[in-house]
Structure formats: C-alpha cells, structure tokens
C-alpha cells in the first residue's frame, strides 16, 4: 500500500499549483464566465502548450504523456482548488477515456492533446433524470449516413466545445444498456438546434434538439449498439475526477472558512472562539478529509472488475456529494451575510459544489448502484 | 381540547377564500408562485397591498383603530395561510408587520398620525437599518453616530445588508447616540428620510445574482429629532420589542406546507433513479415524508403559541424556537425541490422567475428560451436564497444560544 506520488506527479501537482496561483484570477474568470465566449481560450492553450495538462494521462502515440488516474486525479484537484471552468474533466477524462476506447476518425485525441478539440458530452435527455444510459434519442441508417432524431438536455461546455460525444439508441428500450451508439460530431453541424445559457456554477451548458439530423457513417464511435461498454469506465474514470475536483474546491473553502473565523470578531472576540463554530469546522473537516479518501479509493480501483470499479465511484460520488453540501452550506452559514454575496470566493465556490452534488449523478442514484452491486449476504 | 376550527372559523376561510379567488390576478398568483426568495417582487407586492387595502386587510393585525382588524388569533392564522395558498405576493414586513408596531406603542401622536396612514397606502416604503459592517450577530455593537446639533441629529457611519433600501424612500434605524459603559446603552431608534442629502446607496450582488440587499454610506446626514421614536439613547428597548415581531410574527407551517406539495408535484413528473417517478423512489419519498412530518409537528407547535399568545402569554424563547424549526424545514425543502429539478437545476435562467430585485450582468436570451419548466429555473435560486434564512434575523446560532440561557438554564 502507497499513497505517495512520484516525483513525476509532486512535479505535475506543483507546476500547476504554481501556475494557477499565478496566472488563474478569479475575479477575470468569473467576467469570461459571463460573457458569450464563456471562458478564456488562453487558459487551455497554455494548458495544452505550457503545462501539458491536456496530454498526461494520454497515450504517447497521441502525443500525450501516457500517465493514468492518479495524474488526472492531481490535475483535477488543482483546477477545483483555483476555480477553474475550463472543461477538462468532460474533454479530457470523460471524453478521451471515450475515444482512448473507440478511437474514431481524424484523430481527434491528438487535437484533445494540442488543445484544438474540445467535447461536450451530449449525455442527458429531457425525460432521462440523471441516467446516462436512458437514452430516448435515435439514430437510424440511411444510405450511408446516419440520421439522428432528438433532444439533448445541460449539455456542458458547449461555447467551448468544437465537438460534441453524443449518445443516440440504435436498438432496444430507453433503459437498455445494450442499443446505445456513440457519435462524434462537430458542434456547428448544420441542422442541429442549439439553446445556449448559463449555469449557476458559473459554466455555460445547451439544449439540444436532434431533428433529422444528418451524419456521415464516419461519425459513429466503435460498434453500432455498443457505445456503453465504453461509455461506462470513462464515465467512472470522470467520477474519480470530479471527486478530486471536489476536493480542491473543498479544501479550499475549508480553510478559507477557517480563516474567517479567525479574523471576523463579534461580541469582542474572534467567532471561531465560540465552540459551536468550532465543532462545526470540525465536522466539515471530517467531511473532506473522507472526500479525500473516497477520491483514492475511486481513483486507485479504477483498474478493477467492472462492478469493484462502479462501486468505488459509487462510494466516492456519495461521500463527496455529502462532502459538498454540508461543507458548502455550512461555510456560508459560517460567513454570515458575506458568505451570501458574490463579493468573496465562498460564494463562487458554494455555487460549483452545489453543481458538483448533482454532476454525474446525485447522492441517491449513487447509493441504489452501491447497493444493486453489492451482495446480500443472509 | 380539539385541533378543529369551528364554524365561525370556517365561514371565515370561505370569506377570504372567495376575497382572493376573485381579486388575485393570474399576474399576481404569478409573482408569488415564481418567487426566488422571502422577498416578492416589489411592484407586484405593492399592486396586492392596494388590493387588500381597499378591502381593509392591509394591515390586519394594527389595532382596529389604525385601521387593523378586529380578528381572533385563529383568523389571523387563516387569513395567512389562504393568501398563502392562494399563492399571493407577500407583502414588505419592514412597514407593516414591523416598524407600525413600534410606532404604534412608542410613536408621538404626530409620528403615528404621518407614518401608519402612510404606511398603509404604500406611500411611505420602509427598509430597517439595523446591522452594520461590524455588527451583525452582535447588533448592540452598531456605531453609526448621531450627534445632537439643534434640533436635528447629525448622522455618519454605515449600514449593511439593508433589504430593499434602493426601493424604500424611509429607514428605521439604530444609531449611537452616547458611549455608556454598556453597550447596550445610547442607542437610538431613528427614522431617516432616504431622499435626504449625504446618503449614498450602493446594491450588493447576492449568490443569485439578486441585488435586493444594499449597504448605505451616511456623512453628514441631518434628521429632525421629532423622528426619534421612544426616548434618545432609549432605542435598545425599542428595538428588541421590533425584533419580536420580526422573529415570530406569523406562522410559518402553511407556506412549508405549500413548499411541500410543490416538491411533491415537481417529484411527480420527473424521473427517478429506477426510471420511475422521482416521487416514488423510496429514498426520495422518505426524505419528504420525514419533512411533512416535521412540518405537521411544528403547525401543532406553532398552534400552541397561538393560544397562548391569544390568552395575553408572550411569545418569549417560543420565537427562537420556531425561527429554527421553520428556517431549517425551508432550507431542506429547497434542498429537495433542486434534487427534483434534476440536471436542470443547473441551469441558470432567472428571466423564468420573479426575483425579489434587479439582476446584476444577466442578460435574458433573445428567443426568451427556458430548459424546462419555471419552477426548475426557480429552484436553483431559491436554493441559494434561502441560506440566508439561517442567517438573518438573528442567526440559528444566535437563537440557540437564546434557547441554552433563556429555557434551558444555562
Ligand atoms: C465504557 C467506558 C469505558 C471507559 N474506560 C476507561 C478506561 O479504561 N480508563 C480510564 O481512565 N477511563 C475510562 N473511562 C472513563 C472515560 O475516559 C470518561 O468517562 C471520559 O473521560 C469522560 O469523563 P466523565 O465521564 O467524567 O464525563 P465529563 O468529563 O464530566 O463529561 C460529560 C460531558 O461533557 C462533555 N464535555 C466535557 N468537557 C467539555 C468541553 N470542554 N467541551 C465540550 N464538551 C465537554 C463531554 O464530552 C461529555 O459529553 C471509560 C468510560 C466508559 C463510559
Ligand atoms: C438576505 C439577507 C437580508 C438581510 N436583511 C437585513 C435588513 O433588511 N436589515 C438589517 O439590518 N439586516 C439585514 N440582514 C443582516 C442580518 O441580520 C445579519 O446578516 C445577521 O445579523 C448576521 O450578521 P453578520 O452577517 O454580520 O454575521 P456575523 O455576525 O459575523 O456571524 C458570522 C457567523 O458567526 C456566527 N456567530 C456569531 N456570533 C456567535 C456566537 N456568539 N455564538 C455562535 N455563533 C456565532 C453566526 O451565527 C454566523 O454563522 C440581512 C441579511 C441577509 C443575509
């Protein structure tokens, strides 16, 4: 058992935290978040060309660095620590773990690499909740081409996004796991609607609507009906992510939280002097210090079987969905009327663990997959 | 010993029931449906407040002679919980529900005949200035100065947190008056007209995105001494009188209540984690069946301090008590109305909503598009909004702290 990083990784973590503490201000962040760009293309470009962030848990004959969890898991924590709403979990992780499995045509892994391809994941339906395998969405074959009827729902990151990884059913019922095809598609496609807002985590996000929509036979990832062998591990390798990104952002607010206390005084005394505060940022840091070890326990078994691998990521998204609203809720409170504004970071940070309790699944989705996977023993 | 109304009680209901179906206006039912936080719409809020003053239950609880209502407790219960049910704005607490009645048991004749008449009609606006940068929790600490020169008050410091102050045209605040040896001491309870000159009032921008609280720079500000109520330096005790009205003025079991069936509605339509209904997968109806509980144990309790407050009791640490339970139930219904919401909750589209004040830096879409229906657009808002309801009005810790000393001894 081993839980020290590499020199490699102590290097990776540093170079990024140094780099974010640098150059990542919040305070700009949040503007580009609001305009119509929605982020700031020089961010990923330095994370492409400067920091090699886009490739390290990439193979080498892409271009990338060829690490694995644990490189992701450094990455992701730090771009929750500084804030960051550039997409790397959903490009990077969800969508190179993809396309890692199912190549598909033109190479996109090497753009995801050089920073040119970007992906938002087209996953959620109006009538799926937050199932990703409950797909209503069809694609049939005509000639050559495939024609895709639908809707998609808070499609993440699609002002950034230059593709989209969309799943579509081919065969089978809305909840089959066998039936679902993957595509790859650009997200200018003409005849694609598009609605375009703003999340309350200060990201940007789209609905979708399928009518029709054609695409070359080239767009399909992989087999025809069997999109979520490898949508399944990317997307409990994209659990483990978030759950480092969790992390940082936890952390972060933690201490903030604590330095507050320490400086805001009332009735003549610091408040973090009164012991019911005391208690309570000592139950929020018992709550991120069990996020930090449901994230290795996601990140270190995303090698094992199947259903060992599920419900690691299970327990991980579970404890830092705990994690997020007690941490979250309870620093505003500890704030006071501050904690309520956007003047300070806590606010921007209770936003984005607000979304991150639902992301990729809430609380209970992720309990009813622990318990269908774990053996009743009489 | 029953919990039943009587007939009187029910003839009652069915007068104002019929009173709301006929004057709310689908616009109306809309402001208070589409809500994002306690604070309704200001102009809508104030369209309602007409409406009910011409009927003469604007202000049903001043005394008959101010132009209030001559209701027994349980009507007054019934006269809130329909306009709740009926999905009616709210209206501003800060003139009617708070600041008359101070006026109305310290206020000089010449105060009460400006202000209450005023106050009804919506001509008079009020906001409370009460907290300050550096206090909050600890209100007796508040520094704002107010210097005797003449007949007037000079005023200079700073208030924050202020609700609806760009709206208000007056204030009622604290001030310092003298430095005594306890804190408590030399305040002031003043009323400040907000057109006089030195005031600057700068909006802050909430998690929402919302800039309903405001912070307020006075410099120099001259205030006649005939808008001090009570006595000068006297103001503590005019204060704490107000902050029992602001914390346990009406019931708040009906509005959970209406939450809750909202929840439930919401749950009812979306999917669930077996593709079922949200509403019928097992962890999510237990967690709305444990807040329906809760909800129908704090009615009784509230129900309690009704009748004890109708046989002449005062509310004492009861306020503290409901404060809590009913903040605390609010804050878990908002919890699962945005894990109703689904991936939907996430979007951010307040031009579906009626917020309680203007939004900073959003602009609503051309096409007027919405991700789903309004009340997902509503529920990520009223989410963050609702944290302050542990926070204001004196904070849970606060009020626990009451509790510990004040019924339990310690
Ligand atoms: C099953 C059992 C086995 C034990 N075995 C051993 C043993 O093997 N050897 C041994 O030496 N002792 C043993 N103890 C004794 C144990 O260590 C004491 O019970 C413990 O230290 C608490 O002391 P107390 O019972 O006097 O309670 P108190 O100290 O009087 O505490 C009463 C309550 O007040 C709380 N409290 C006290 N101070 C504070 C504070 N500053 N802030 C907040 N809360 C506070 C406590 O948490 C507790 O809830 C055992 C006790 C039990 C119940
Ligand atoms: C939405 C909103 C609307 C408001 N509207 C108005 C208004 O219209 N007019 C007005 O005057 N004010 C208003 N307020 C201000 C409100 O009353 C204050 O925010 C509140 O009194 C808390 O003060 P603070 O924000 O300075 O927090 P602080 O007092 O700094 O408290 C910070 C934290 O410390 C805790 N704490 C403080 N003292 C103790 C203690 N002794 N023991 C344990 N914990 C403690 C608090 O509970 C809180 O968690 C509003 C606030 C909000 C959020």
Redesign the pocket.
């Known amino acids: 058992m081993d839980f020290s990083l590499t020199a490699e990784q102590q290097l990776l973590r540093d170079s990024l935290a140094d780099w974010l503490a640098d150059r990542y201000d919040l305070a700009r962040s949040r503007e580009a978040a609001a305009s119509e760009t929605g982020w700031q293309p020089e961010v990923w470009r330095s994370f492409a060309d400067d920091l090699g962030i886009l490739g390290a848990t990439l193979p080498e004959e892409v271009g990338g660095s060829g690490g694995g969890p644990v490189e992701a898991m450094v990455i992701a924590e730090q771009l929750g620590r500084a804030l960051v709403v550039e997409p790397y979990v959903d490009t990077v992780v969800l969508g190179g773990g993809v396309l890692r499995r199912l190549p598909g045509t033109g190479d996109p892994l090497e753009g995801i690499v050089a920073g040119s391809v970007r992906i938002a994941p087209a996953l959620l339906e109006p009538t799926s909740g937050h199932t990703a395998h409950s797909v209503a969405a069809t694609a049939r074959r005509d000639g050559g081409d495939w024609v895709l009827t639908g809707a998609k729902t808070v499609v993440p990151g699609v002002p950034q996004a230059t593709h989209l990884l969309l799943t579509a059913r081919t065969s089978g019922e809305q909840r089959d796991l066998d039936g679902i095809s993957l595509f790859l598609l650009p997200v200018d496609l003409p005849g694609l609607q598009v609605h375009r807002y703003r999340t309350i985590d200060d990201r940007h996000a789209a609905d979708l609507v399928l009518d029709d929509v054609r695409l070359p036979a080239a767009a399909l990832l992989g087999e025809e009906g069997r999109g979520w062998t490898a949508l399944s591990p990317a997307l409990d390798e994209a659990l483990a992510a978030l759950a480092a990104e969790a992390v940082g952002c936890l952390r972060r607010v933690l201490a903030d939280t604590v330095a507050y206390s320490k400086e805001?005084r009332?009735?003549g005394q610091p408040?973090g002097s009164?012991q019911?505060?005391q208690h309570r940022m000592v139950d929020m840091h018992l709550e991120v210090e069990q996020s930090v070890a449901a994230m290795y326990l996601a990140t270190l078994r995303l090698g094992a079987e199947p259903a060992e691998r599920a419900r690691a990521t299970s327990a991980a998204k579970v404890t830092i969905s705990r994690a997020a609203r007690f941490v979250g809720q309870n620093a505003v409170?500890?704030?006071?009327?501050?904690g309520?504004t956007q003047e300070l970071a806590i606010g921007h940070y209770f936003k984005r663990l607000t979304a991150i309790e639902y992301e990729l699944g809430p609380a209970d989705h992720h309990r009813a997959r622990y318990a269908a996977l774990t053996p009743t023993t009489g | 010993m029953d919990l039943e109304w009587s007939a009187a009680d029910l003839a009652f209901r069915d007068e104002v029931h019929a009173f709301l179906d006929e004057r709310l206006t689908p616009d109306l039912r809309r402001a208070g449906r589409l809500m994002t936080s306690v604070y309704a719409d200001h102009e809508a809020s104030m369209r309602w407040q007409a409406i009910l003053h011409e009927r003469g239950w604007a202000a049903p609880a001043w005394p008959v002679e101010y132009g209030g209502c001559d209701w027994t407790v349980t009507q007054h219960y019934l006269f809130s919980r329909e306009s709740i049910l009926a999905g009616a704005p709210p209206l501003s607490p800060?003139g009617i529900s708070m600041v008359a009645h101070v006026l109305i048991e310290f206020g000089t004749p010449e105060q009460k005949e400006f202000f209450l008449p005023r106050i009804l009609t919506g001509e008079v606006f009020f906001?409370?200035?009460?907290?300050e940068p550096e206090a909050?929790?600890?209100?007796a600490a508040l520094s704002m100065s107010a210097v005797e020169d003449g007949d007037d008050l000079v005023c200079t410091g700073s208030?924050i947190?202020?609700?609806h102050a760009t709206e208000a045209n007056w204030m009622f605040c604290l001030v310092r008056t003298s430095r005594a040896a306890k804190k408590q001491q030399g305040i002031t309870f003043l009323l400040i007209d907000m057109s006089s000159p030195g005031i600057e009032v700068r909006p802050l921008v909430?998690t929402s995105g919302e800039q309903?609280?405001n912070q307020e720079f006075f410099d120099h500000v001259r205030v006649p001494k005939a808008n001090v109520v009570g006595e000068i330096d006297d103001g503590w005790t005019v204060a704490k009188y107000l902050l029992e009205f602001e914390r346990g003025g009406s019931a708040a079991a009906p509005k959970l209540q209406v939450m809750a069936d909202q929840v439930a509605r919401a749950a009812a339509g979306q999917p669930g984690p077996d593709g079922g209904p949200l509403l019928e997968s097992p962890a999510f109806a237990a967690k709305l069946a444990d807040a329906r509980i809760r909800i129908d144990v704090l009615e009784v309790l509230e129900f309690r301090v009704l009748s004890a407050a109708a046989g002449g009791k005062n509310p004492g640490t009861a306020s503290s008590m409901l404060k809590i339970l009913g903040t605390e139930l609010s804050q878990t219904l908002t919890e699962l109305l945005l894990e109703a919401a689904g991936p939907r909750g996430r979007a951010y589209q307040p031009h579906a909503t009626r917020p309680g004040g203007p939004l900073a830096g959003f602009a609503p879409p051309a096409d007027g598009y919405v991700s789903g229906e309004e009340w997902q657009a509503v529920a990520p808002l009223r989410y963050f909004n609702d944290r302050?309801g542990t926070?204001?009005?004196?904070?849970?810790?606060?009020q626990r702290?009451i509790l510990a000393k004040a019924a339990l001894g310690l």
């Open positions: 805001r009332q009735f408040i009164f019911a505060l409170q500890l704030h006071g009327g501050m309520m | 800060m906001c409370q200035g009460y907290s909050g929790s600890d209100l208030k947190w202020t609700t909430m309903i609280q302050a926070i204001y009005a004196g904070s849970n810790e606060i702290n």
